[in-house]
């Protein structure tokens, strides 16, 4: 079977912007240029108590975030495919004089809502079409006591385009023109990103700890550049923390937490009781190695495939194939959400092709003119290729249900963001599980499952400890990159403990969200997300003929609730109190007694 028959489709964003010469990039970018031309008219008069303005200036950055959104996502697509695209750099480029205005020209509204009194913001949200903002303006207010002055808060969304964000993109120009050196066949190759990672799910060990090594190499050559990235985005985070601490002191986990809409009291039941069962993802890991042979896990296994029981050769699941599977899974909850799975492939908003350029990993994006969702990955036959498939598909049928909403309850936090998305992984695993006919089927569903445990469980919290020593030794000085190896390492074999082979001293230069600019723990949300969302799968007998409505519904409150309301209305549980993480984990071990006898049965 060719490559051309198992990788997935290109995407068309043509409903949107043909490419980046279409008129229609100009006619957006002057309508946001006129918008915010209309601001600073606005913020001219503007003055305290003046409820009329305030309410014209949220209704302008409203109009103009969906245009700039629009724009920065096409151009964002157009590089995730070829990191190499001058043009989409160039409207990049532009687009941030478009955002720093944006942001300053914002920031008078901003210091209004905070600041303003109970019953002005009453007045405020009295409009019959800003009612619905009464969430997100509330919630925000709840850190009202970080607020700096106009002048400052406008000096720092100045500054912050071309300072904080200006690293992140260097590190997206990094990762695109990566060269990794990989051995192949016995030869020296050299290849992207994308393509040496994908090799990572290969089902020769040999070749995916050339592959890791490879890839490993090409971020060595660039070691300086991301040490001084990711001690830059922490120096800046650090001297905001101080600056907003003269009410209060600010910890590194307050802005995250708020972000994510959980408590940090519920951030620290989930992590103490995931340090609680740790072993038990210790155990899956140590399965996993066990299954090819060794009695440790590499770091190179994290993508692993099941092994092959016989020595006959697991054929790449064609595109098409997998693409159907989801849909079927899907179909069992409803048939509206197989429907929506083959709405994606039939409008070819799904980008799946393996190029040399693309970038790695895989995201759901979408766009805010139209309300549609895309889907980006690269898809190369792998078992691993169909749930992370499934994963991003969920990301997108959440958007899609909430499409009709008004856009003040879209914006989900990052732990809430990641409920449909697992859920989406889960239901598609137990399906194939349930469908297999041999024994090398029930291995590679039981195997997807054991990795996203040991990814979730393990993976997720040394990230999470990784970035909190990172935090507290920041405030000291930079690190160095052989020190940053160091704690990398530290916190890899903190988690994994003796399950683990090595560590992965790199990981800190590779995994692309420890240097991201607009947002910081990006790694809790995804643990979160995980529990959460088996939680919420685990209740479907309970809910029976009512779960797909409820399930439905607490997507659609991800905009307008707290993690713990949500939790409350649609599950009644607490997610304060351990119990019921310590009653999702401990519904994981059955399914690892499973995978230990698939192994017996196997003789592996």
């Known amino acids: 079977m060719s490559d051309a028959n198992v990788q997935g489709p290109s995407w068309d964003l043509s409903a949107e912007y043909r490419d980046v010469d279409d008129p229609q990039i100009a006619d957006d970018l002057s309508e946001a240029g006129s918008i915010l031309d209309q601001m600073y008219d606005v913020n001219s008069g503007f003055g305290d108590g003046n409820v009329s303005d305030a309410q014209d200036l949220y209704r302008l950055r409203a109009r103009a975030e969906v245009l700039l959104s629009n724009l920065a996502v096409f151009a964002k697509c157009l590089l995730s495919v070829d990191g190499r695209d001058a043009q989409a750099r160039e409207l990049v480029g532009r687009l941030a004089q478009y955002h720093k205005r944006h942001a300053v020209l914002s920031e008078p509204l901003s210091q209004f809502l905070d600041s303003a009194d109970a019953d002005v913001i009453a007045h405020f949200l009295s409009a019959d079409d800003l009612a619905a903002s009464d969430f997100e303006i509330n919630h925000r207010r709840s850190r009202r006591h970080t607020r700096l002055g106009l002048d400052k808060e ?6 912050a385009q071309d300072g904080l964000h200006a690293w992140n993109q260097l590190y997206g120009q990094i990762s695109g023109t990566l060269v990794c050196p990989v051995e192949v066949d016995g030869r020296l190759q050299s290849m992207g990103l994308a393509e040496a990672s994908s090799l990572l799910l290969s089902g020769d060990e040999q070749q995916r700890k050339q592959a890791w090594l490879g890839v490993n190499a090409g971020w060595s050559v660039h070691e300086e550049a991301c040490a001084a990235v990711i001690n830059a985005i922490s120096g800046w985070r650090l001297e905001m923390r101080t600056q907003r601490s003269v009410m209060k002191t600010e910890h590194y986990l307050d802005q995250p937490v708020h972000m994510s809409r959980i408590s940090r009291v519920t951030l620290e039941t989930l992590m103490s009781v995931t340090e609680t069962y740790r072993p038990l ?3 899956a890991a140590k399965l996993q190695a066990r299954a090819y042979g060794k009695s440790h896990f590499a770091p190179w296994d994290v993508r692993a495939p099941a092994p092959s029981i016989s020595d006959a050769q697991v054929p790449p699941i064609p595109y098409a194939d997998a693409l159907s599977q989801i849909a079927d899974a899907f179909d069992e909850v409803d048939p509206s959400m197989g429907d929506f799975v083959r709405m994606m492939d039939e409008n070819a908003w799904v980008e799946g092709t393996v190029g040399p350029n693309k970038r790695p990993g895989a995201y759901c994006t979408g766009f805010r003119k139209s309300n549609t969702p895309r889907v980006y990955m690269t898809y190369s036959g792998g078992a691993s290729n169909v749930i992370t498939l499934a994963h ?19 914006d989900y936090g990052m732990s809430l963001a990641e409920t449909a998305s697992t859920f989406g992984e889960t239901l598609v ?17 039981v195997w997807a499952e054991m990795r996203a445990m040991t990814s ?4 997720i919290p040394a990230r999470f400890t990784f970035e909190e020593k990172l935090c507290e030794g920041r405030s000291t000085r930079p690190f160095r990159p052989a020190e940053l190896k160091a704690m990398m390492s530290n916190a890899w074999s903190t988690w994994y403990g003796d399950a683990l082979a090595e560590p992965d001293p790199m990981f800190w230069a590779s995994k692309l969200h420890f240097h991201m600019s607009y947002i910081s723990f990006y790694n809790f949300p995804y643990l979160f997300g995980y529990l959460f969302s088996l939680g919420v799968y685990g209740r479907r007998e309970t809910f029976g003929d009512h779960f797909f ?22 599950l009644g549980v607490d997610l304060s109190e351990p119990g019921f993480w310590a009653e999702t ?6 399914r690892v007694d499973l995978f230990e006898s698939i192994l017996d049965e196997a003789g592996l």
Do not use: C
């Open 154 to 159: 406008q000096l720092i969304q100045g500054l």
């Open 281 to 283: 993802a210790q155990r």
């Open 392 to 410: 991003e598909l969920g990301h997108a049928y959440h958007s899609w249900v909430m499409r009709d909403l008004p856009e003040a309850q879209k």
């Open 429 to 445: 695993r137990d399906a194939l599980l349930r469908q297999s006919t041999s024994l090398q089927a029930r291995l590679d569903m």
């Open 456 to 459: 979730f469980m393990l993976n």
């Open 549 to 570: 409505q409820n399930y439905v519904e607490l997507l659609r409150d991800t905009g307008r609730m707290t993690a713990e309301e949500i939790a409350r209305k649609h």
């Open 585 to 590: 984990i401990d519904s994981l071990s059955e």
